[in-house]
């Protein structure tokens, strides 16, 4: 079982950056694959950026690839997800999430465990 807590969300002008964090609790944080999805109102959750346990592999959303970096200090039990040249379609809720698997699932689905969630907020 692993706990996740999202921090960094707020609010930022489109062009802006912006770096989310996703602490974990646990020992074996390097045992997970982690991914970031997000939430818009009135949509459904959506895939944004995933990576393998060690870091050395990841997937982006097409809507944010080249603009965002997933990564992660399996030192420090944290994800991060470096949001550059925001958007107003990027505002949403973004969440992170856990899953005990050998391969990198983009799929929420495929995930068993969820932060609560950090508001960004991108303004025109």
């Known amino acids: 079982q692993v706990q996740l807590i999202e921090s960094g969300g707020g609010l930022v002008q489109a062009g802006g950056s912006l770096r989310l964090s996703c602490a974990a609790s646990g020992r074996t944080f390097s045992n997970y694959v982690m991914g970031w999805f997000r939430r818009a109102p009135g949509k459904e959750r959506e895939f944004v950026a995933a990576?393998?346990?060690?870091?050395?592999?990841?997937y982006y959303a097409d809507s944010v690839r080249g603009r965002f970096t997933i990564s992660r200090d399996n030192a420090k039990n944290t994800v991060y997800l470096q949001m550059n040249s925001l958007k107003t379609e990027d505002t949403a809720v973004y969440f992170c999430?856990?899953?005990?698997?050998?391969?990198?699932?983009?799929?929420?689905?495929?995930?068993?465990?969820w932060g609560q969630g950090t508001q960004v907020t991108v303004s025109s």
């Open positions: 990576i393998s346990r060690s870091g050395d592999t990841t």
């Open positions: 999430a856990a899953d005990r698997r050998t391969t990198v699932p983009l799929q929420s689905r495929s995930y068993d465990h």
